[in-house]
């Protein structure tokens, strides 16, 4: 009886052999990565002291060309519920899930694609090619929900010229065309995260250019801009165009950005009547890079200005020690101080977090 069992077994994983090598196959052909944000948190308000640890964000990547000239990626956002009746919950939510389409090379545009799905949008996704550090905070824009990092919807994007020479591209982190890149896309407007709460559709764009590609292949003059409705029930209207100014070498990277427009993509920064307010704002990043160890200093400073109210709405100062591993998971000690201007009144803090990124 044993015998015969013994056989049964060794016939039984002979079958499973090749689903086995078969399914392993198909793990190797994705493929994955992640990247997680843990801090410990210590936080100063005018009547209160807070301390916490806490997972800020982590993301988990697929991807996986299907041909020559198609693939996809699904990535999922995780963080902590802070609010509602799962509050205290690690919650999963789509932040990327889209079909990738490489284009043909034109006489000008290279490297170009097509996106559709729950993608990235033109500014920011160019944005965080440079300033690194979204474990320290969201980028300008989209911390103050008047632009969204992904979103539904399609995105045509690509270069400008070739590839620049490898060794101007050294210490340069966005895209590599030689006289620049660009983005431009339609999407829901509420961004990854919420509901369509309208009928109407968002047109968001950027072109990025590089007027001294042989002499400074580092710096960049770009153009933004949206056009669109707030995405709540009223519509309100949503227009805004910036400007900004990028230079990324070994030493040094650095973004100053300034906008003016009506109203957020979100459509929170609306009166009474539900009108759009008029606003401006400006941002500067810079990553200091002055050891020869793997060791940078960061700083940023962001201003929103409500116009129609003449008063600033919200202002951040964030400066940030960090060392940074081969494959650019950090370990950094971080200072923010932030204002707010609610009602006839304003609300200040300071944190303070050590904050430990992983990337695999």
């Known amino acids: 009886?044993?015998?015969?069992?013994?056989?049964?077994?060794?016939?039984?994983?002979?079958?499973?052999?090749?689903?086995?090598?078969?399914?392993?196959?198909?793990?190797?052909?994705?493929?994955?990565?992640?990247?997680?944000?843990?801090?410990?948190?210590?936080?100063?308000?005018?009547?209160?002291?807070?301390?916490?640890?806490l997972l800020k964000r982590g993301y988990i990547t697929?991807?996986?060309?299907?041909?020559?000239?198609?693939?996809?990626?699904?990535?999922?956002?995780?963080?902590?519920?802070?609010?509602?009746?799962?509050?205290?919950n690690i919650e999963l939510r789509l932040k990327y899930a889209l079909v990738h389409v490489n284009m043909n090379d034109t006489r000008l545009i290279k490297n170009s694609s097509i996106e559709f799905g729950v993608v990235s949008r033109p500014w920011i996704d160019f944005e965080q090619s440079i300033n690194d550090y979204r474990s320290q905070?969201?980028?300008?824009?989209?911390?103050?929900?008047?632009?969204?990092?992904?979103?539904?919807?399609i995105t045509y994007a690509g270069q400008l010229g070739d590839d620049l020479p490898e060794d101007s591209q050294t210490g340069l982190t966005s895209d590599g065309g030689r006289y620049g890149s660009f983005s431009i896309g339609i999407y829901n407007g509420g961004g990854y995260a919420a509901l369509e709460k309208n009928n109407n559709k968002m047109l968001e764009g950027r072109l990025s250019l590089r007027p001294l590609p042989d002499q400074m292949?580092?710096?960049?003059?770009?153009?933004?801009?949206?056009?669109?409705?707030?995405?709540?029930?009223?519509?309100?209207?949503?227009?805004?165009?910036?400007?900004?100014?990028?230079?990324?070498?070994?030493?040094?990277?650095?973004?100053?950005?300034?906008?003016?427009?009506?109203?957020?993509?979100?459509?929170?920064?609306?009166?009474?009547?539900?009108?759009?307010?008029?606003?401006?704002?400006?941002?500067?990043?810079?990553?200091?890079?002055?050891?020869?160890q793997p060791v940078s200093l960061t700083l940023r400073y962001d201003e929103l200005i409500n116009t129609d109210?003449?008063?600033w709405h919200s202002r951040r100062f964030?400066?940030?020690?960090?060392?940074?591993?081969?494959?650019?998971?950090?370990?950094?000690?971080?200072?923010?101080?932030?204002?707010?201007?609610?009602?006839?009144?304003?609300?200040?803090?300071?944190?303070?977090e050590v904050v430990t990124e992983i990337r695999f």
């Open 217 to 292: 292949p580092g710096f960049q003059a770009s153009i933004l801009g949206a056009y669109g409705k707030g995405n709540i029930p009223e519509s309100p209207d949503f227009e805004n165009a910036g400007l900004a100014f990028s230079y990324e070498s070994e030493k040094w990277a650095s973004i100053l950005q300034g906008f003016t427009g009506k109203g957020d993509g979100a459509g929170q920064l609306v009166n009474l009547n539900n009108e759009s307010f008029r606003l401006k704002g400006w941002s500067m990043f810079n990553e200091f890079k002055p050891f020869e």
């Open 309 to 311: 109210l003449d008063r």
């Open 318 to 352: 964030v400066s940030g020690i960090v060392y940074i591993f081969s494959n650019r998971s950090k370990i950094m000690f971080d200072y923010n101080r932030a204002w707010d201007h609610l009602d006839a009144d304003t609300h200040a803090y300071d944190i303070i």
């Open 1 to 53: 009886m044993q015998s015969v069992m013994k056989h049964i077994a060794a016939l039984a994983l002979f079958l499973c052999l090749p689903f086995s090598i078969n399914a392993q196959s198909a793990l190797n052909d994705f493929g994955f990565s992640g990247q997680f944000f843990f801090s410990y948190e210590h936080s100063f308000e005018e009547s209160d002291v807070n301390s916490e640890f």
């Open 62 to 88: 697929f991807r996986r060309d299907i041909s020559e000239r198609v693939g996809v990626r699904f990535t999922q956002d995780v963080s902590v519920d802070r609010a509602g009746d799962g509050e205290g």
């Open 137 to 153: 905070r969201s980028m300008f824009l989209d911390d103050n929900n008047i632009y969204s990092s992904a979103d539904y919807g």
